[in-house]
């Protein structure tokens, strides 16, 4: 949290199914009367949703981050370009003309990109406005601090032909003469369409003239011009691998009973016909007819009750070839490709869909229609070729990464080859994609931390859940070895 905000307690819980961000303070006095009036009886563009409560001598303010995430979180899985880049800054700027318009001292706004929320499916900003007595700020400081973090630590520029906005930039902020007025200024120059979209040749600088020193007040680090970060070449390897499963079906014999049952039916009406009993004349006609469709129903839901109950299934080994493709770019979900073959073992006692002592390990799949509730991560919600295939199940070697596997379905399970590992729908910013429209678009993140693995809520509405428990939001809580863990209506099993 903010030094400046010092005995302010912050927390995060769901309330009402709504992801709350809150802030409690304990000292009443320490808030400017004015400026809470303001947050509680007005929607200020730009910040966020927030609730005023007064409990047991304690001032609460929560704001609502419900299916929000920082800023810093989008950034870490996404390529800005000029555009985006540019909205960015027109919000950081806008918003201290929102406050000026409802008469709001800049000292309150938090300028962190821990602290600036907004959904990775659009490019929106909300920002933390806390209404704190004598909670001064310099802004052009706060401003140059914010940018420079936000350029040379946390976005990756995407390449694109383009002018060289990012080093004008920097040059802007190691002005001594930057300030707030100075970036919109600046803004408002490129958006006037002279420089927009265009290359423009670099101008020359004078090798005699060094670059203006930061003043040591600004306590930054010295700036240098930076270019767009170049993308990885993503190196792809195919292998194939062959491995054996468990899947229940019917026996032949269950199949040879049904088909028998209905040849002599359908004897039983051609003889029936044969002898005149259809013939519009004959005036039992309708009886007759009635008569038999009862009585073949009958006979069909005795067969299919006998000859297809559960205590007739047999398992059969299955083998399969697997192609599986590494070293993909992660913003795609990967595809795993099956040969199948079936092979009957008779006498095989083994459970469903699992081998013991192993794990299954597999690529994500990819976005699926959304069936019997699973949602896709993408916007149709496609369904995948293969549906109604299943993952195949090895056995775990030693030293092997970390896994999760998803319960019911297909059963798949995934292994963890990145840290933090995320999950949810939205292909692009998470690792693994559920097909369900009731997970998140980032609905949960896994984390490696020095004493264990962590798993963190990313301010869902529909929440996670650890071994039966839900957890807040946006606070990472230990998972271990074996526990379960719901995001929503989608169980996983971990295993570490």
């Known amino acids: 949290m903010d030094g400046r905000i010092g005995e302010c307690a912050q927390e995060f819980r769901n309330e009402s199914g709504r992801s709350m961000m809150r802030f409690i303070f304990r000292d009443e006095s320490r808030l400017s009367g004015y400026q809470l009036e303001m947050l509680k009886n ?36 996404k390529e800005i370009g000029r555009r ?35 959904s990775p499916a659009d490019d929106r900003l909300f920002f933390v406005y806390l209404p704190i007595e004598g909670l001064e700020q310099d802004v052009s400081e706060s401003l140059r601090c914010f940018l420079t973090n936000l350029i040379m630590k946390e976005t990756r520029f995407r390449n694109e032909n383009a002018d060289n906005y990012v ?32 290359p423009v040749k670099a101008e020359p600088q004078p090798s005699a003239e060094p670059a203006v020193p930061v003043r040591a007040r600004h306590d930054l680090p010295a700036l ?27 026996p032949l014999s269950s199949w040879l009973f049904l088909g028998s049952a209905i040849a002599a039916i359908l004897a039983l009406f051609a003889a029936m016909a044969m002898k005149g009993a259809f013939e519009p004349g004959n005036p039992d006609m309708l009886t007759t007819l009635v008569g038999l469709v009862l009585i073949s129903a009958a006979v069909i839901w005795l067969v299919v009750s006998k000859a297809f109950s559960k205590e007739r299934k047999v398992e059969r080994t299955v083998v399969r070839k697997v192609r599986v493709t590494e070293g993909m ?86 292994m963890i080859r990145q840290w933090p590992y995320r ?57 271990k070895s074996g526990d379960r863990f719901m995001l929503a209506n989608e169980e996983f099993q971990f295993f570490g």
């Open 329 to 414: 770019a992660r913003d795609t979900c990967r595809k795993v490709e099956y040969v199948n073959k079936s092979i009957p073992l008779p006498g095989a006692k083994m459970p469903g869909n699992r081998i013991q002592g192993g794990f299954a390990e597999s690529e994500n799949r990819p976005a699926g229609n959304m069936g019997k509730g699973n949602d896709g991560c993408s916007s149709g919600h496609a369904e995948a070729a293969c549906a109604d295939d299943r993952t195949v199940l090895l056995a775990r070697t030693v030293g092997s990464v970390p896994s999760i596997r998803r319960l019911g379905g297909n059963g798949e399970a995934v």
């Open 42 to 77: 007005n929607r200020i563009p730009m910040l966020l949703r927030s609730e005023i409560m007064k409990v047991d001598n304690e001032t609460r303010i929560s704001y609502d981050i419900t299916s929000m995430i920082p800023l810093r979180k989008i950034l870490e899985r």
């Open 84 to 118: 985006e880049f540019f909205r960015c800054l027109e919000q950081v700027a806008g918003v201290f003309d929102q406050l000026e318009n409802h008469l709001l001292d800049f000292g309150g706004l938090m300028l962190d990109s821990g602290m600036i929320y907004g």
């Open 423 to 479: 999950i949810g729908r939205m292909a692009g910013q998470v690792d693994y994609c559920v097909d369900n429209p009731a997970v998140g678009r980032i609905h949960a993140e896994l984390t490696m931390g020095p004493d264990g693995y962590l798993i963190t809520d990313m301010n869902t509405r529909n929440g996670t859940y650890v071994n039966g428990i839900r957890i807040e939001p946006n606070t990472e809580y230990p998972i």
């Open 224 to 250: 240098s011009p930076i270019h767009s970060r170049q993308k990885k070449p993503v190196v792809r390897e195919e292998q194939t691998r062959t491995a054996t499963g468990k899947k229940t079906t019917y």
């Open 167 to 198: 080093q004008r930039l920097i040059e802007l902020i190691k002005s001594p003469d930057f300030s707030l007025n100075a970036l919109k200024l600046w803004l408002e120059g490129f958006a006037g369409g002279r420089d927009e979209g265009r």
